[in-house]
């Protein structure tokens, strides 16, 4: 059993508490150096086994250096595509038999082949331990969580697995029967909610928005809301904090990433990474060159150490930029920024972003 992360000292925020203990940093003076030493041979690690068990990496990185030591090393390698999931065989670097959870994504179009990502066991035990450290930000001993998001019934679906990092932490976990998810049926939500009675809620922005419609005052029991699942509207996230009286925080995350990929802290001051498990590169949304720490550009990620399915250098098509300052909560490692876009590609080739809600003052 885990227990909530009420201590996370010396180190100043519970992610940097949990990647410490990951990459064996003992103080917060040494997190960064020793976490980008662990980045990096994981980094090549990743590329060996892709290289070796992939059909896809094997052609795709023969001839490049798989032990790369700088950003700009690892800039030599080709990009991973949306498109590439389609041939999701080709990527496995296990046998099917090993595949625990195997997600089939949204496809556009109707001549396209699905893409798939398929995760092992303890590809989904490391999704759990990074939902269980993110989530000490919201929940102590005593607390109670909700967990809205869809799919709550499907095993280890996002929702099953964050319960299952919550119910590690001995944190009581609650679901809403499904019906009740459908937006006609927002005021039987409120109603449960009332009933169940959460200190935590986890929702995605478009059912916080309309329960903060069906219950604007918020509930006396409340202390805790994470976002996720969509860009969260910065208005949205500033009148919730203010009229429910409660800490918010918004999660960063896609499904290639497994799921979780950056979480705010409660200083609101950029995304901490899951940085042992996902690296980040920023590039040119145009042309693909890397671009320098704090430029605007396209999130670009290599899951580190994944078994099923690695993704070297995955075009994500969201629009960040990585922050080198430290966190005004204390953390010297680096961030993302705002979530500003999404990137949008025409049949040419030629690129616009689709861009979200710019931060706005606090409007109530
Ligand atoms: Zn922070």
């Not at 930000?137 to 280890?156: M, T």
């Not at 299952?164 to 009740?180: E, G, N």
């Not at 979780?260 to 995304?271: I, K, N, R, V």
């Amino acid at each position: 059993m885990m227990s909530c992360a009420s201590t996370t000292a010396p180190f100043a925020c519970a992610l940097d508490a949990w990647l410490a203990k990951e990459c064996a940093a003992r103080s917060p003076e040494e997190l960064l150096s020793r976490l980008t030493t662990a980045q990096w041979r994981a980094l090549a690690r990743t590329l060996r086994h892709a290289a070796k068990h992939s059909t896809f990496y094997a052609h795709a990185l023969c001839g490049h250096d798989l032990a790369p030591h700088r950003s700009e090393d690892l800039a030599q390698l080709p990009f991973t595509l949306p498109q590439d999931l389609s041939a999701w065989e080709t990527l496995l670097c296990t046998s099917l038999g090993d595949v625990q959870r195997l997600v089939t994504m949204p496809t556009s179009g109707t001549t396209g082949m699905p893409k798939r990502l398929a995760f092992t066991q303890r590809d989904l035990e490391r999704i759990g331990l990074f939902f269980a450290a993110g989530m000490s930000y919201l929940v102590k001993p005593g607390s109670s969580v909700a967990v809205l998001l869809p799919g709550a019934q499907r095993p280890n679906g996002v929702a099953d697995l964050l319960r299952q990092a919550l119910v590690s932490l001995d944190i009581p976990v609650a679901c809403p029967p499904p019906d009740l998810l459908h937006k006609e049926q927002t005021s039987a939500l409120a109603a449960w909610l009332r009933k169940t009675a959460p200190s935590t809620v986890v929702a995605m922005p478009t059912q916080l928005q309309r329960l903060f419609s069906a219950i604007p005052q918020g509930l006396p029991c409340l202390s805790g809301v994470l976002s996720s699942a969509e860009p969260l509207d910065v208005s949205l996230g500033t009148a919730l904090r203010s009229q429910w009286n409660c800490e918010l925080l918004d999660h960063y995350g896609l499904t290639e990433a497994g799921y979780g990929c950056a979480l705010e802290c409660p200083s609101h001051d950029g995304y901490h990474l899951r940085a042992m498990d996902i690296f980040v590169e920023i590039v040119s949304p145009d042309d693909g060159h890397l671009l320098p720490v704090n430029a605007v550009g396209e999130i670009v990620i290599t899951t580190l150490d994944r078994e099923a399915m690695p993704l070297i250098r995955y075009r994500t098509g969201d629009m960040s930029s990585l922050l080198s300052e430290p966190c005004t909560c204390g953390s010297p490692l680096p961030r993302l920024g705002p979530i500003l876009g999404r990137i949008v590609r025409d049949a040419s080739g030629q690129t616009r972003i689709l861009r979200l809600p710019k931060r706005e003052a606090a409007p109530c």
